[in-house]
């Protein structure tokens, strides 16, 4: 084909453009035409090998291409300690997560905490309960998060509350997660939700996050075996159900048109299962290349 010195000339800049926007797709882990992030990794999902090398775990992580992560402690160090090292990875800490008796007794101590390491974010995963999960119990956590989330607030911290299955216990016309929902300050209390466990209870991430829109300001993306049962309230599976994004049973297609539409502000993959480390390219190459 013969090129006239105005359409070389034309080409170039697109031809440069394209060459950035590859560049910048295959600079941020995850990122793709679809799917915008921003992504990082849940730590915990490589627990079992930071036991035993923090700095070479978070060198894996950053091989991986993740510039973000949500912690799940800090390991035995120092808070300040743990941020170095985060830092010296190209890592920036989002979030953590943290007990409920800290945020009960201390929410001062874990203002200070998420302070020294620079987190936006600190949430809760787990409100002790014994047997069935109780309206008192719910309405017990809901004060509880309200009252840290107000002190969180005055560090410019958001308190969060991480979904983990058995709060879709029957309540009214609705479910104990919906009376949490209603009895937690919006101002002071957002909600992470984690899609295993929103599937897994028999629930549908889809329809609660057009239900509950913004309150939703961080989501955990992972996958659940095939032909798994849903529908129970346990809170808990065995972690080889978790696979890698892409090749289980969620309709993510769906979720991440829907977490995108009423503005999910982090993402973070999280991995439970003894196969994590090579199914987190998989679950990546998938976010990649997803469409929705």
Not at 20 to 29: M, S
Request: negative net charge.
């Amino acid at each position: 084909m013969k090129m006239t010195l105005f359409s070389f000339a034309t080409t170039i800049p697109a031809l440069v453009i394209g060459l950035a926007a590859f560049n910048l797709a295959a600079d941020d882990a995850g990122i793709g035409p679809s799917f915008k992030g921003p992504l990082g990794l849940q730590l915990y999902s490589l627990r079992d090998s930071f036991k035993n090398d923090v700095p070479g775990t978070l060198a894996k992580v950053e091989k991986l291409g993740f510039k973000y992560a949500e912690l799940a402690g800090t390991y035995g160090m120092e808070p300040a300690q743990f941020k170095a090292q985060l830092t010296a990875h190209g890592i920036t800490p989002i979030s953590d997560h943290f007990g409920f008796e800290q945020f009960r007794d201390d929410p001062e101590g874990v203002a200070r905490q998420a302070e020294a390491l620079g987190l936006k974010y600190a949430g809760c995963a787990w409100i002790p309960h014994d047997g069935p999960f109780t309206e008192q119990r719910c309405r017990e956590a809901a004060t509880v998060f309200n009252h840290a989330g107000e002190v969180l607030a005055k560090h410019g911290i958001k308190f969060f509350y991480h979904t983990h299955g058995y709060e879709f216990q029957p309540h009214g016309n609705g479910t104990l997660f919906d009376l949490l929902m209603q009895e937690t300050n919006p101002k002071y209390v957002g909600y992470e939700m984690d899609i295993f466990w929103i599937v897994f209870p028999g629930q549908d991430p889809v329809r609660l996050l057009k239900k509950y829109g913004h309150r939703w300001e961080l989501m955990h993306l992972k996958d659940m075996r095939k032909g798994l049962t849903t529908g129970s309230l346990a809170g808990g599976t065995d972690v080889t159900n978790d696979v890698a994004c892409g090749e289980g049973q969620m309709d993510l297609p769906g979720i991440l048109r829907a977490a995108k539409k009423v503005g999910v502000k982090w993402y973070f993959i999280e991995d439970e299962s003894p196969s994590v480390e090579p199914q987190l390219p998989v679950s990546l190459r998938y976010l990649e290349t997803v469409k929705f």
